[in-house]
């Protein structure tokens, strides 16, 4: 069964770090373009990293460029979020799927809350 598990959201005040991570099942994540998604009530998810598949070609929106560095680990079929110098607007609920073409059904995300 393809899934897909989102995990390492947590509250943080502005300005700290939290990594995420989503965890592969039934499917090899080199093989496949994964982003990293943000939603927000009342917003379309928005795009926040992508990593493609056999050339690791990596995308930021301007939004979070500089800040935000994905990754993927092979050996553990997992890609990672690591988002610094977070501020309030980064909170949101996180998940990752394929793209542009979604792998699995959308899991529950995690939370990642940003305030003081």
């Known amino acids: 069964q393809v899934q897909l598990v989102e995990s390492g959201g947590g509250l943080v005040q502005p300005g700290g770090s939290l990594r995420l991570s989503c965890a592969a099942s039934?499917?090899?994540?080199?093989?496949?373009?994964i982003a990293w998604f943000r939603q927000t009530p009342g917003k379309e998810r928005e795009g926040v990293s992508c990593i493609s598949g056999s050339e690791g070609s990596i995308y930021y929106p301007d939004s979070v460029k500089g800040r935000f560095t994905i990754s993927r680990d092979n050996v553990k079929n997992t890609v990672y979020l690591q988002m610094n110098s977070l501020k309030p607007e980064d909170t949101g609920v996180y998940l990752c799927n394929g793209h542009p073409v979604p792998i699995s059904s959308w899991g529950r995300g995690t939370q990642v809350t940003v305030s003081a």
């Open positions: 039934g499917f090899t994540l080199d093989s496949n373009a």
